[in-house]
């Protein structure tokens, strides 16, 4: 979730009035200073809001000093009574979240805990080879939970390993990623269209939203 630094108040609408038409509900992504970190937890101020993030150790122990500039790729968890931020420094780990959260009995904070207890590459491993006693050695991970994930994942990861897409070279680029996300597409996806159609050129938002956003229409 996100607040006020030094308050408990909660902004109705961040960023609303910056981007005409922008979901505030969903954000994709998150630049700015980090004013605090700890192993399940980082603060970023941006545009002069303090956004509360849940991180996973592997993204903790890459996050840079306190005080300097950072980028977190942010999945946005959306309940009735609140709004949950989880952040990471690379998409893939993201984007593994992702699909835990997806099998039956894995929420935000136990997908969270299993990035934490096991290197990403492992556990792929162990989820496409049947694992199941490599998987139970992760905390809160119990048998049942295990097989679950295996059997949900293990035809789902087949991106996993896989050359990742070049990551956005500006934050122009960054941006048309994140409006591209918003709108549906997958960050892979909507990674690949943009070096599609970037040149290496100067290019306005708009030029390049329209241009990648044509790319993955075909």
């Known amino acids: 979730m996100f607040v006020f630094p030094g308050t408990n108040r909660q902004p109705t609408a961040p960023c609303s009035q910056a981007v005409p038409g922008y979901n505030a509900g969903m954000i994709a992504h998150l630049r700015g200073r980090l004013i605090a970190k700890h192993p399940n937890q980082a603060v970023v101020e941006a545009a002069g809001v303090g956004y509360d993030v849940t991180i996973s150790v592997p993204t903790f122990s890459a996050l840079p000093a306190v005080g300097t500039e950072v980028a977190l790729h942010v999945h946005t968890h959306v309940r009735e009574d609140s709004i949950a931020l989880f952040g990471f ?34 556990m792929v491993g162990a989820i496409r080879g049947n694992d199941v006693a490599r998987l139970t050695r992760i905390p809160g991970i119990g048998k049942k939970t295990a097989e679950r994930m295996v059997l949900e994942l293990r035809d789902k990861l087949q991106d996993f390993g896989a050359a990742p897409a070049a990551a956005p070279a500006s934050p122009v680029e960054e941006d048309v990623v994140s409006a591209l996300v918003n709108l549906g597409y997958q960050r ?23 241009e990648a956003l044509a790319a993955l229409s075909k």
Do not use: C, H, Y
């Open 188 to 210: 892979p996806a909507a990674e690949r269209a943009l070096g599609k159609v970037s040149n290496g050129n100067q290019q306005s938002f708009e030029a390049l939203f329209r």
């Open 89 to 122: 420094l690379r998409p893939a780990e993201k984007q593994l979240f992702e699909r835990l959260i997806s099998v039956s009995g894995i929420g935000p904070k136990l997908a969270i805990t299993i990035l934490s207890g096991m290197p990403a590459d492992e």
